[in-house]
C-alpha cells in the first residue's frame, strides 16, 4: 500500500515508516521538521515539508499523492507544555488534523490509523483500563487527541472515512537507526539515560506521595517497534474502532530508575521533586482487544529488554541525530 504518514520525522513516526518499508509498504512522509528531524526519515520514504496547520498544503500533498492510507503521527505530545499552551495543542492536533481528513475527502482516501493515547481517559476509574473506560481527560494534550477521536467518528458516519484510534500507552525503546531525540525532553527513560551517559547529574521524580506503593506514578512501558507491529496490523486489516497499546504491566518511576541502573551499570543519582500538573498517578492498559482482533503480539514487553533497546540507541547516538 501507498501510506501517507504525518509526522514521519518523529519518534513514533519514523519506526512506523522504517517498518511499513521493511514491509515492501510505500511511504510518503508529511512533516514540518518542527520536531522532528530530517535525518529520521528512512531513506526509502519521500519527504514533503508541510505542515498541517497550512490547510492548502495539506489538501495539495494528499491530493497529489493520492495514497491508499493515512497514518497520523504529527501532533503536539507534551502533557506539561499542554497545561501551559493548551491553544497550540488544539490548533496543531484538532484544527491541523481536520485539515488532513478533509484532503483524505478530496483525494478519497478512507483509511486513517490515528495515533491516539492513553491521556483520552484522564484519571480512569478502572486500572488496567479497556476502551470502554469513560474518557475524560486530565490535560488539554488527552483532549486534543479526543476531540479528534470524535471528530473522525463523524467523519465515519457521515463521510465514509475508517478511523482507527490506536491508543497509546507510554513509548519507549528504539530499533538500531532510530530513537527518541526531543529538545527539551521530558520522558522518563532518556532523561534516566542521559544521566547514565553524563550528560546530566540526575534524574528529577516528579512527585512521591501519589497513592501508589512507592509513592511515584506507574505507568505501561510499551516498546516502538510492537507499537509500530500494531498499526500496521490495523492497516491491512479490515478494522475499525479504538484499540489500547500496552503491555499490560505498570512500573513506577522508582522502578524504572532501578531497572535502567542495572542495565547502564551507572548510579543514575535521583532527586523527589514537587508533582508535574496534569499527571495521572495510575495508567495501564488492558490491550486484550488489540491482541484477539488485530492479532498483535508484542515482542518486546519486558521492562529491560525495553531499556536495553533504548540504551543501546542513546550510546549510539549520544547527541541524538544532531552531527
Ligand atoms: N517523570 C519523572 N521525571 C522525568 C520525566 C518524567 O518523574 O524527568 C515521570 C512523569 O511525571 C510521569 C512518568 O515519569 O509520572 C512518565 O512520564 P513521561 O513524560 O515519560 O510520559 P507520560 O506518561 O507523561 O506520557
Sequence with gaps: MKVFVTGGAGYIGSIATEQLLDKGHEVVVFDNLERGHREAVDDRASLIIGDLRNRDETIRALTTEKPDAVMHFAAYALVGESMEHPMMYFRNNVEGACHLVEGMLEASVKKIIFSSTCATYGEPEIVPITESEKQVPANPYGQSKLMFEQVLNWCRQRSGIEPVFLRYFNACGATKKFGEDHDPETHLIPNV???????????????????????????DYIHIVDLAQAHILALTGDHTGAFNLGNGDGYSVKEVIDVAREITGHEIPSEVAPRRPGDPPRLI??????????????????????????WDWHQAHPNGYAK
Design 285 to 310: 492498559a488492558a490491550a486484550d482487544k488489540a491482541r484477539k482482533v488485530l492479532g498483535w503480539k508484542p515482542q518486546f514487553a519486558d521492562l529491560k529488554t525495553i531499556i536495553q533497546y533504548a
Design 193 to 219: 539515560l542521559r544521566v547514565a551517559l553524563g550528560q546530566a547529574e540526575k534524574v528529577m521524580m516528579f512527585g512521591d506521595d501519589y497513592d501508589t506503593p512507592d509513592g511515584t506514578c506507574i505507568r
